[in-house]
């Protein structure tokens, strides 16, 4: 057993359920060197590898989630502890199954923002894959969610949050002191016609045009 940086005794070397997760926690060690020790980083990957894990009908993306999401939410704490600047202001989306409302919420937040606002969404309860009505209607209008998936809501990502919005996702987001809180009452895609699905963008887009304005930032 070796000592780290803070004095403390080092954790033995951790056996990976997957090689990459090996690979991901030693670059994660470089990228938040001098912010979080490996044990704190090695804990997050394989928290956030678990918990994807518990929702995945098919592996062939999981390395991919489990490195953007190990990411964000290690990014996250930095910011919530001040370790890392907050250049933007930060918001979160949440939904039950962040397969829909939030997703869109989230897209369409950092479209219209121009990156000027940053965002991140989660889900209560998250499904496996995206709402494919949701994914459509969102490409009808040029807005690409290939690269989004439903991710659990962490401790973290609610610390790091300017303002929290919430869409139908009950109690299960943590109340804390500073934070904003807003709540839109939206239907939910699941299940619905695709006309109705394009109903419910235009509402969030709504939405979101008024979120945008009361944190200063003009709406592309």
């Known amino acids: 057993m070796t000592i780290d940086a803070t004095g403390r005794r ?70 919530a502890k001040g370790a890392l600047p907050v250049i933007w202001p930060e918001v979160l989306f949440v939904c039950e199954q962040n397969s829909g409302r939030s997703q869109m919420a989230a897209v369409l937040t950092e479209a219209l923002s121009g990156g000027r606002v940053h965002v991140r969404s989660a889900g209560s309860m998250p499904a496996n894959e995206l709402n494919p009505a949701v994914v459509e209607v969102m490409t009808e209008i040029g807005l690409d969610m290939s690269r989004e998936f439903p991710k659990p809501l962490t401790d973290d990502v609610v610390q790091a949050a300017d303002v929290v919005v919430t869409m139908g996702c009950g109690d299960a987001c943590p109340i804390y002191p500073g934070k904003r809180y807003q709540d839109w009452e939206l239907r939910d895609p699941q299940r619905q016609p695709i006309e109705t699905v394009r109903e419910i963008r235009a509402e969030v887009e709504q939405h979101v045009r008024e979120l945008l304005k009361s944190l200063e930032v003009t709406p592309a």
């Not at 001098?34 to 390395?63: P, Q, W």
């Open 10 to 79: 080092a954790q033995p070397e951790l056996a990976y359920p997957e090689q990459y997760l090996r690979r991901l926690s030693d670059e994660l060690a470089v990228k938040f060197e001098g912010i979080f020790n490996r044990e704190t980083i090695e804990r997050y990957v394989l928290e956030s590898y678990t918990a994807l894990l518990r929702t995945a009908t098919v592996k062939a993306h999981l390395a991919t989630r489990t490195i953007h999401f190990a990411t964000e939410r290690l990014t996250a704490l930095a910011q």
